[in-house]
């Protein structure tokens, strides 16, 4: 862990100088692709709502399972046919923050590893980048239920 | 060509799957209905549409919601309606309120209130089934369950 | 023979005999397509798996070099070789099926010149008749061990750069006259850390120790700049390119900016999606043993200094936070007559 905190004045220097160069990573630009593209995302997944809605026998609060798995199994045919990835060069976080990027998380990985065997590889491998996600995710849920618990308890909401 | 076999298949897809033979409640998701209220089975009749009537205009009041389908059957009154769009974060809170009120003038009948899009387009569906005569009541009061089914289901 | 501090003189001049480079889809839509010896169309090119892809690549390129040098793999004496894979397993699997002696090199993408410094200082003092030495990267592979899976949609910013997959190697022999091209040269840098942390801004971090062997090498052998035709880097891209040469004219080395390129540059065209450039242990050795020496022998350049950079980082050194050390080795090739 050497380095990160003490710089010395070379590396300071040089480091400023490097700055000079360096591309920035065009910030409103992205945001305005990320806005639009995790919005057609967002479009699609409303038309598959109604889509469950009108026939199937699916209400508001229950059309969102089937939509969910509609999506990913879409996500999962755009990753396996290679245009994921470009999707996510081009939107950003537009891409990676809809479930559908969740989705592509686990579905590269698994293919990725596909080479190594079923268990030691898409086993082991396929929650290498959504793993975290999960663990944080049932974590945060679970704090933040706690603190609603405690907070009805006292009679606060 | 590749495309164009995806997109008829597609449509054949979404067009076999099409159970609606009515014409109003597939638009209903686009435009405001106001569909009159229905009644499915009870004693008194005259009685009860105009207390139908009455629920559908303190209904319509709300200025948060903006269509309401109503249906009667026995005691039990289902109310589909729809929220404005940016009402939309407020939908627990209007239910309720709705619903606290509705129970305090009407205190006979039982409400069943219900923002879902799908239960007010079920609701529709029934009042166009029930105007030909061959959907008999017996068939109606089964659909009316299957409505009050679908809107206790939650996941 | 030691000239100054760090630099090797090869008196008797060892001579490039023979190159071959091999590379994959996209380097064949590249600018310099037309120097590869083999093209494959997929990455996967053949195998069941992008690491035994890779393996092919650099086979492919040494059996390449062979063939144009005309010599059985029994007459070469050694192999030297790398690449960015763990425990650089593609080029030892390489080296099984050729059954060559063999020395595995690790420089990161500063292997290709490490290979050949070191060849051509075997060679120099009679340890060998010809030696094979090659370096490869395979993007899938690379991709998979150091980034994100390959199809995951992860946003990578403008200051990265494309892996490329290619392998190059070269038959070095003993100089027996004509017209071949000649490492004279090879100095030998170390490592710098500027404190650069981010692995998707290798040129960045890379270009000081660029700076710092090419001003060693002029300082050590008492040359001028323009001793060179050209001087090219392995694969700082757009961003350590502009930053190396800045750090070459503080340093009072006046370049012309023409004859100052890169490999990474150079390989693939503008519209190609590889924000910043090429890189890879491949970069340097396909752009160098392919285009470079087919340039040189058309008598384009006559004397060139061929510095390949190297970011000496793993996934795990990323993970800990730990800083990007960087390597350069600089070897001269010149044409002779």
């Given amino acids: 862990m050497s380095g990160q905190n003490k710089k010395t004045p070379d590396q ?15 910030v409103l630009k992205n945001c305005i692709r990320a806005f639009w593209v995790g919005g057609l995302f967002c479009v699609v997944g409303q038309a598959l709502t109604y889509f469950y809605i009108y026939f199937f026998n699916f209400t508001e609060q229950t059309a969102s399972n089937p939509t969910v798995a509609t999506m990913i199994f879409i996500a999962m045919l755009l990753t396996g046919f290679g245009v994921y990835d470009r999707i996510g060069q081009f939107a950003g976080a537009g891409s990676a923050v809809p479930v559908t990027g969740f989705g592509n998380a686990v579905i590269s990985a698994a293919i990725e590893h596909r080479t190594e065997g ?26 933040i239920a706690l603190i609603k618990t405690i907070l009805v308890y006292m009679g606060v909401i | 060509m590749k495309k164009i076999i995806g997109m008829v298949l597609i449509i054949m897809l979404i067009t076999g799957c ?71 974060f407020h939908m627990k809170k209007i239910e309720k309120k709705l619903k606290d009120s509705l129970e305090k003038d009407y205190p006979d009948v039982e409400f069943i209130v219900s923002s879902d899009f799908k239960i007010f387009l079920e609701v529709v569906e029934l009042h166009e089934k029930m105007k030909s005569p061959e959907f008999d009541v017996k068939k109606a009061e089964k659909k009316f369950n299957n409505i009050v089914e679908l809107q206790k289901e939650l996941t | 023979m030691l000239k100054g501090k760090q630099s090797w003189v090869f008196s008797s001049r060892p001579a490039i005999a023979a190159t071959g480079v091999s590379g994959g889809p996209f380097e064949a839509n590249g600018k310099l397509a037309a120097d590869f010896d083999i093209l494959h169309e997929d990455l996967w090119m053949g195998e069941d798996s992008y ?3 890779h393996r092919v690549l650099m086979e492919e390129a040494s059996r390449a070099a062979l063939r144009k040098g005309q010599m059985e793999k029994k007459d070469v004496q050694f192999f030297l070789g790398g690449d960015l894979i763990n425990q650089i397993t593609p080029t030892s699997l390489s080296a099984r099926a050729l059954e060559i002696p063999y020395f595995g090199l690790f420089g990161a993408c500063s292997t290709s010149m490490e290979g050949l410094a070191l060849a051509s200082f075997i060679i120099n003092n009679q340890g060998a008749n010809a030696i094979l030495t090659g370096a490869a990267s395979h993007n899938a592979a690379v991709e998979k061990q150091f980034r994100y899976p390959t199809e995951y949609g992860g946003q990578k910013p403008p200051t990265a750069q494309w892996t490329v997959t290619g392998a190059g190697a070269a038959l070095l022999t003993k100089n ?22 981010d692995p998707f801004n290798m040129g960045g971090a890379m270009a000081p120790a660029a700076a710092d062997t090419i001003a060693a090498h002029f300082q050590d052998l008492q040359l001028d700049p323009s001793h060179y035709d050209l001087i090219v880097t392995g694969d700082l891209g757009k961003i350590g390119q502009e930053t190396a040469y800045e750090l070459l004219t503080d340093k009072g080395l006046n370049i012309d900016q023409e004859k100052f390129q890169d490999c990474g540059l150079l390989i693939y065209k503008e519209n190609q999606p590889v924000q910043s450039g090429g890189s890879g242990a491949g970069c340097s050795a396909t752009v160098l043993y392919g285009h470079l020496i087919n340039q040189m022998k058309q008598g384009v350049y006559k004397r ?34």
Wanted: hydrophobic share 40%; with cysteine.
């Fill in chain 3, 176 to 197: 027996n006259g004509g017209s071949v091209p000649v490492t004279t040269s090879a100095t030998i840098g170390k490592v710098m850390d500027l404190g650069l942390t």
């Fill in chain 1, 118 to 143: 079923f268990v030691l590889g898409v086993g082991s491998n396929m929650f290498k980048l959504a793993g975290s996600v999960l663990l944080f995710g049932v974590f945060s849920a679970f704090i």
């Fill in chain 1, 12 to 26: 300071e220097k040089y480091q400023q100088l490097e700055q000079k160069h360096e591309t920035k990573r065009p």
């Fill in chain 2, 18 to 88: 099409s159970k609606h033979e009515s014409e109003e409640a597939p638009l209903s998701l686009v435009k405001v209905t106001h569909p009159t209220p229905s009644l499915i089975q009870s004693d008194h009749r005259d009685d009860d549409a105009e207390l139908l009537q009455s629920i559908e205009k303190d209904v319509e009041d709300y200025k948060e919601l903006y269509d309401a389908a109503i249906v009667k059957n026995k005691d039990q009154i289902l109310v589909a309606y729809k929220v404005k769009h940016l009402q939309r």
């Fill in chain 3, 51 to 53: 690491e035994k892809a």
């Fill in chain 3, 304 to 337: 060139i200094l061929v510095v390949a950079t190297g970011a000496l980082l793993s996934p795990l050194t990323v993970q800990q936070k730990e800083t990007i050390p960087c390597i350069a080795h600089a070897v001269s090739i010149e044409m002779q007559n």
